[in-house]
């Protein structure tokens, strides 16, 4: 708890001053401390709360803003249910808006604690509707100076080309009075009509060249085969393939810097053939209540039909989202990735490469023929400890005891070995 | 002219050479490439992630239809709200005998299911925590938000947490099957008395 508490110390530390301005100059009714406030809030109430938008509970922002009744929050805060049984009529319809679930009793926060709450609400949602505001001011102008700036370095290169030909020019005519003041005036023109002729005749002469026209066949060839020789091994090869995705996901945010597991995702890998592409509702563990602002999750809450103000799914609104698939194989192979990842302990990163350095997937592998082969010759089988190989190091011992060996033994009386 | 010839036709070999390797190399990634017979690539057979005209959704991966359970499923019935939450606490009790392979695995389903969030120790302080995500109270410290402390948290409380999922937490329910989810309430029984 320490730890946590020393964290939102450091975070709050850069909020502190304009949350302590904002509350000086303009909260009148709420005394307490944002800064203290924000810490408690960010321990006791992010798990259902959030200033701006609903979660499980209400929008803390415009909610604590709204209601001007301190003793009343400060009940509510403490034990709700307390208030519900009462019959206290505003908590009784709060109540029954959201469906009747208890929010939890805070009996360890002090009328202080939610003084400093209420305050914390109340000048975040004063920043946010000035931030509003603000944002759409600073906008145009945080874009114009650096378009101004990239065409005023444009136009200066420009300008400075055309001075550069320009003197080029000069210098070049000046040079030639020169020499014409010193008599010395070359004569460009015949030597101009006689270098074409030249080069000409160069090339007829190594034409006739019998042995070098030879060896210039002989490498246009060899250039030839070789280009077409490594077109035809890369032909139905898709190493490199990096399509652009619906959603920008990144796998070097969140495999590489925030160390979720590839199974937390792609949980087929471990029990089936599919490594399959995570559902929509995995996405949402987390993104119901963070990035909630970015386009990118909106494509998500798009696909779901999902309002993030309201918190509530509309299944009509839903669409699936369409990725673009990256490692193909042939109809004709079979792969499987239970039997790779949960019998061969093959890392996901020895066919996928460095996945966690991705923020932009790609084929890593060439997923050849030969390319399975060889790992498969160099790949010494983990018999110990591994349930999979129990039944064939079971039917070797019997061969070896002399004993009779038959089909069922080694599962051949599994329904999938027909009926597949 | 013999000398000549030979440091044009090494330079001529020399820039196809290098021209070849240029021409194979420029490849759009965005393009698969080359492609012969992509008939036998592109399967006409529909894989779980593809779409499919034969469905009114368009999806190959259909939902299964109501109330059928898949071989070797244990049920849950408790529903999701405060009522099947006690409930459960009372009645549901983890059917997986206690033993270290059990136990070995919840372990390795917490690390990859649980710890970005809860922390590797079951603190609260998960690296996606550490990112902005809203921290969940510790197993050995915290206070549940449904009352009590998290350490007392039952067999089928840390059940039912896991299939229907509360606050900000989410359900696991697709991610962890019923065994799945049993074995790694055996280990967060390990982790609440750290």
């Known amino acids: 708890m320490r730890n946590i508490s020393l964290l939102f110390k450091q975070f709050s530390r850069t909020v502190l001053l304009l949350a302590g301005l904002t509350a000086l100059t303009t909260a009148a009714n709420a005394q307490g401390d944002p800064a203290k406030g924000e810490t408690i809030f960010k321990a006791k109430c992010t798990a259902c709360h959030k200033i701006e938008s609903k979660l499980v509970g209400p929008a803390l922002g415009p909610q604590i803003t709204s209601e001007t009744d301190d003793a009343y929050l400060i009940k509510w805060i403490q034990n709700s249910q307390a208030l ?204 119901k209540v963070v990035k909630t602002e970015s386009p990118e999750i909106h494509k998500i809450y798009d696909a779901l039909g999902y309002d993030p103000d309201k918190g509530t799914y509309d299944t009509t609104k839903a669409k699936p989202i369409q990725w673009v698939r990256i490692h193909n194989l042939p109809d004709f192979a079979y792969f499987n990735h239970s039997q790779h990842v949960v019998v061969g302990g093959v890392k996901c990163q020895q066919c996928h490469g460095p996945i966690e350095t991705m923020s932009e997937v790609y084929q890593y592998s060439p997923l050849t023929m030969k390319w399975c082969i060889q790992c498969h010759k160099r790949t010494e089988v983990n018999f110990k400890g591994n349930a999979y190989y129990d039944k064939m190091t079971q039917v070797h011992d019997m061969i070896k005891k002399g004993q009779k060996v038959s089909a069922a033994v080694m599962g051949g009386l599994e329904c999938s070995k027909c009926h597949y | 002219m013999l000398a000549m010839n030979k440091i044009k036709i090494l330079g001529i070999t020399a820039i196809s050479i290098a021209a070849s390797i240029l021409v194979t190399s420029c490849r759009d990634k965005r393009s698969t490439g080359w492609e012969y017979a992509p008939n036998m690539y592109r399967h006409i057979a529909y894989d779980p992630d593809q779409a499919n005209p034969n469905f009114a959704d368009g999806k190959t991966a259909q939902v299964p239809p109501k109330g059928t359970i898949p071989v070797g499923f244990t049920r849950f019935d408790f529903p999701n709200d405060r009522g099947g939450y006690d409930s459960a606490s009372v009645v549901a009790k983890n059917p997986l005998p206690a033993n270290k392979k059990n136990f070995e695995d919840g372990k390795v389903l917490y690390e990859h299911f649980c710890s970005p969030c809860h922390g590797k120790t079951g603190q609260g302080d998960g690296l996606v925590v550490s990112h902005g995500y809203p921290a969940p109270p510790s197993y050995s410290k915290g206070q549940s938000s449904r009352g009590g402390a998290m350490k007392d948290l039952t067999d089928g409380k840390i059940y039912h947490t896991i299939t229907y999922g509360v606050n900000a937490m989410g359900s696991y329910a697709s991610q962890l099957s019923p065994q799945e989810r049993w074995k790694v309430v055996a280990y967060v029984h390990h982790l609440q008395t750290l």
């Open chain 1, 84 to 287: 519900v049984a009462a019959k206290n009529p505003k908590a009784v319809k709060i109540y029954n808006e959201y469906n009747q679930i208890p929010m939890t009793a805070f009996p360890e926060l002090s009328d202080a604690d939610v003084t400093d709450i209420i305050a914390y609400a109340r000048a975040e949602q004063k920043k946010l509707t000035e931030g509003g505001g603000d944002k759409k001011t600073e906008a145009p102008a945080e874009t114009g100076p650096s378009s101004l700036l990239i065409w005023g370095l444009i136009g200066v290169i420009v300008i400075a080309f055309i001075v550069i030909l320009v003197l080029n020019k000069v210098i070049g005519t000046l040079e030639r009075l020169l020499l014409k003041n010193k008599n010395l005036v070359i004569d460009e023109e015949p030597e101009v009509e006689g270098e074409p002729v030249d080069r000409l005749a160069g090339i007829k002469k190594l034409a006739k060249n019998k042995k070098l026209v030879f060896f210039v066949v002989l490498c246009g060839a060899i250039a030839m085969g070789s280009w077409s020789w490594v077109t035809m091994w890369n032909t139905n090869m898709h190493q490199g393939y990096q399509p652009v995705q619906p959603i920008k996901y990144s796998h070097e945010l969140h495999a590489g810097a925030m160390k979720i597991d590839c199974q937390y995702c792609h949980s087929g890998a471990y029990k089936s053939k599919n490594a399959s592409i995570p559902s929509l509702n995995v996405c949402m563990n987390c993104h």
